[in-house]
């Protein structure tokens, strides 16, 4: 999908992309028609159908320094040419496929969590999942409620935290509506425990003690001991992403729910055979295997200045400026980049957004062609930041999407959302390389 938009300024027109590598709603299932809804209020309230071109593949990106542009190659050969990129891709990208031998012989249905066939009726159905992390945490109780048998080939066990999601009646929301400040108060009050939540540098022993004794409570839900057992972390509180979910527990009291845990030999033609060469078959195959979260951005061929590509310059591992600029790569700025992720994304992903809104309004503003990070500020930034994360002793544990293949830490941001967002709203024009003018 592209968004695409123009503001008129003095001089011309200042044209922005933002680009996203993959169909919309490619998770397991599609958002409630509610949230639908909403959105499309959002896009109709905002005007905003306009700038939209839906089923847009990006292919590449490639900057100009002579006309100081981006050309922007679609996949169906169509090349656009805009001043200003946001890639918005975030971390969840390229499906992460599992290796495992046979994937081609399986004469069922089998495909990953992260491009659902829609159509699927899994009625009936005999389903394998391989997986037991943040997807099959939100699958698994949904499709237990449709298959005939699901099984669930957990190679570690991750913590689960019970969740506080109530769901409101027509009246509370009503009354709500009603006391807009008090659901303010209530809102700053959500925000500042998630806030507490996520300062990671700052976290107690005794506070993730706390946390890991909410997740055993929680684990609680399931009667049967062996498989609560294999189903307990043995790793610190922290050290994977931590879950949220009431229902994914209960869903191993069903009789047709079933934990595996001997590992996966290989894949035939009618199902999966485990470590112990016992072979399980299914009708439908699962891989809740996840992304390749490490490359962001680089998910699209991205050609910055001089030649210098985005993919070559992160082989050591993904950074950024504050996640959102890279040095060599001017007028790039990213949505949900390296070391990002933290908190409520959404409000991280506010704070992006008005940080790129401000500093487009400055370049539109003094007549700047183009800005770039200073290397030596990107540089600073990241030490100082993989200092920190140094700090968090759980995330040193590999067994987890934080890393890429060289250890970096490449997606955690260690402080909370507020810290990010005061250094998103200080401004720090003198950061960055510039040149005024419209270049030719």
Not at 94 to 118: C, Q, R, V, Y
Not at 294 to 322: F, N, V
Request: with cysteine.
């Amino acid at each position: 999908m592209i968004v695409e938009f123009r503001i008129r300024s003095n001089r011309r027109l200042r044209n922005s992309v933002r680009a996203s590598s993959s169909p919309c709603w490619s998770r397991a299932y599609s958002p409630q028609p509610e949230i639908l809804t909403y959105m499309d209020g959002v896009a109709d309230r905002h005007d905003l159908r306009r700038h939209i071109r839906c089923n847009s593949k990006v292919a590449a990106a490639r900057w100009n320094d002579e006309c100081g542009l981006w050309h922007i190659e679609l996949a169906t050969g169509e090349v656009l040419d805009f001043e200003v990129v946001v890639a918005a891709q975030g971390m969840f990208n390229d499906l992460n496929w599992p290796a495992i031998e046979g994937m081609d012989s399986f004469k069922g249905t089998l495909f990953h969590s992260g491009d659902w066939p829609h159509d699927l009726d899994l009625n009936g159905k005999r389903v394998g999942i391989i997986g037991s992390a943040a997807s099959a945490v939100q699958m698994v109780p949904e499709i237990a409620k449709e298959a005939d048998r699901v099984d669930v080939f957990q190679r570690s066990p991750n913590w689960v935290l019970p969740k506080d999601d109530p769901i409101f009646t027509e009246e509370e929301k009503a009354a709500r509506e009603g006391r807009p400040l008090e659901t303010r108060e209530m809102r700053l009050k959500l925000y500042r425990e998630m806030d507490g939540f996520c300062s990671w540098t700052e976290l107690s022993e005794e506070t993730r003690e706390e946390f890991r004794q909410l997740c055993l409570q929680n684990l609680e839900a399931v009667q049967d001991p062996e498989t609560r057992a294999k189903l307990t972390p043995d790793v610190p509180w922290g050290a994977t992403r931590p879950l949220f979910s009431n229902d994914f527990y209960p869903a191993f009291n069903r009789n047709n729910v079933g934990l595996l845990t001997d590992g996966i030999s290989k894949i035939t033609s009618n199902g999966i055979v485990d470590g112990n060469g016992v072979e399980h078959e299914y009708d439908v195959i699962i891989c809740a295997t996840g992304y390749k979260t490490d490359r962001y951005a680089s998910a699209i061929s991205i050609i910055g200045r001089g030649g210098h590509d985005l993919g070559e310059a992160w082989k050591e591992g993904a950074t950024a400026y504050l996640g959102i600029t890279t040095a060599n790569f001017p007028n790039l700025f990213m949505i949900y980049g390296p070391n990002t992720n933290n908190g409520s994304i959404l409000f991280m992903l506010e704070c992006q957004a008005a940080y790129i809104a401000r500093h487009v309004q400055w370049m539109d503003a003094n007549d700047i062609s183009w800005i770039e990070v200073k290397p030596e500020v990107e540089d600073r930034y990241n030490e100082e930041l993989q200092a920190a994360i140094d700090q968090v002793g759980a995330w040193k544990s590999r067994d987890n999407y934080y890393h890429a293949a060289s250890g970096r830490n490449v997606t955690q941001y260690p402080f909370n959302m507020t810290v990010y967002r005061e250094l998103t709203m200080t401004p720090d024009w003198d950061n960055f390389r510039f040149q005024y003018g419209v270049a030719l």
